[in-house]
C-alpha cells in the first residue's frame, strides 16, 4: 500500500473480521477497497439490527445460491456465534434461504458442524 492512509481498511482489518480476498485487492486497488469497506461498513456501525441479526443477514447473503460464499459463511457463522445466535437460529437462516436452491444447504449445513464443533456447540 502506498503512503496514504485508508482508515476503512484498517478499521476492518482491526476487527479480526478479514476476507483474505481483500488483501490482494489492497495491493492492486486500495482505493477501491477503501471505498468498498466504507459503504459496507455503514449499516454495520449506523443499523438498529444487533449484531447477531446482521451475521445471520450476512450468512443467508453468503449461502444463497446466487453468491455461494464458503469463507464467507463460514465468517459469519463464527461471528453470529460469537453475537450469541443459536445453532438453531443459524438454521433456520439457511432454511430459509434453501428456498433459493438446496446447494444453500449442502454448502453451509457442513460448515455449520464444523464451527459448532470448534466452538463447542
Known sequence: MSERRYP??????A???WNPMW??????????????LAFRAVPQTNGPLEQKYKEL???????????LW???????IQN????????????EVMQLTSI?????????VPILMEELEKSGG
Open 8 to 13: 476503512a481498511t484498517e478499521a476492518q482489518r
Open 15 to 17: 476487527t479480526g473480521d
Open 23 to 36: 488483501d490482494t485487492l489492497a495491493e492492486l486497488d486500495p482505493d477501491y477497497l477503501e471505498a468498498f
Open 57 to 67: 443477514i450476512f450468512i443467508a447473503i453468503n449461502v444463497a445460491t446466487t453468491h
Open 70 to 76: 464458503p469463507s464467507g459463511v463460514r465468517r459469519h
Open 80 to 91: 453470529a456465534l460469537r453475537a450469541g445466535a443459536t445453532k438453531e437460529e443459524t438454521l
Open 100 to 108: 433459493m436452491g438446496i446447494h444453500s444447504m449442502a454448502m453451509g
